[in-house]
């Protein structure tokens, strides 16, 4: 299964940058995987543009790791996966400094016919998004789990397949 994992954030602006701070760190978690997981991108969406509706449409499963408001305290997590990851993108139109939303690149792929049927995102509380190049230390600490939970969905999506 062509799977596609997006990090999206402004490694700029400290806690809006985790979903590329995830994407790097698991690089190093898939390296050590065995059997090695095939059939994978991994893609520094950064601030998001029209440029990434090809790379969705191309997937057959969708993982997407961003900051967002999931009403808890920094550095806390949530899986939500098909249905749930769409009602809370339809209910969650954040103002960020990205050029297009992620709603908008998946009305963009519904409407070209290919909105990944396997999908999930990973929707980590930010704390501060100000100017800072690296994740606050409640965010921080959130890594290692999210990479953990993604390699996890991983394995049991291939195993479904």
Known sequence: ??????????TLLTDEGVGVHVL????TALAAEHPP???LTLLDGGTLSFTLAGPIEDAEALIVVDAANIKGEPGD?????????DAFLLGNRKSTVHEVGLTDLRAIAILAGHWPETRAMLA????IMDWGE???????????PVCAAILELLRSWNHAA
């Open 1 to 10: 299964m062509r799977t596609l994992i997006l990090g999206i954030g402004n």
């Open 24 to 27: 790097q760190a698991l690089e």
């Open 37 to 39: 997981i095939d059939d």
């Open 77 to 85: 997590w949530k899986l939500l996966e098909g249905e749930a990851m």
């Open 124 to 127: 980590i509380q930010p704390q």
């Open 134 to 144: 690296h994740p606050t230390p409640a965010v921080a600490a959130a890594i290692p």
